[in-house]
């Protein structure tokens, strides 16, 4: 397992319907806790994400980052190990009460891409 996909039930997005990608060659999936949007396809976005429980490189391109872990990774570890039926989906819900957004990822990434060019 690389990733735990997660989401809401009502199979639609925020917005309604669906969104397009959004890339930046800055956010990559680089590491374990990366948060990013799963899809069915290009410009596919809904309700549904997932988290890497490593990193991912062939993801890159395919699947728009919007965040990663930065603490949490107890509960993380705990959703690795859950067992999962034949179909890969645990064999029990997993639910997300509450995330808390710590730090707005893009403002990181041109601050690293700034002191990178320093």
Do not use: W
């Not at 948060?35 to 391109?61: C, E, P, V």
């Amino acid at each position: 397992k690389f990733m735990i996909q997660c989401g809401s039930k009502k199979k639609d997005s925020y917005f309604g319907g669906t969104f397009k990608d959004e890339f930046d060659d800055r956010l990559k999936h680089s590491e374990r806790g990366i948060l990013a949007m799963a899809n069915a396809g290009a410009h596919t976005n809904k309700d549904q994400f997932y988290i890497t429980f490593q990193s991912a490189s062939h993801l890159d391109k395919k699947h728009s980052v919007f965040g990663r872990l930065i603490d949490g990774f107890d509960v993380l570890n705990t959703m690795e190990v859950i067992p999962t039926d034949r179909n890969n989906e645990p064999v029990h819900d997993i639910k997300i009460i509450q995330a808390e957004i710590a730090i707005d990822p893009s403002d990181e990434a041109v601050s690293r891409e700034n002191n990178r060019k320093e």
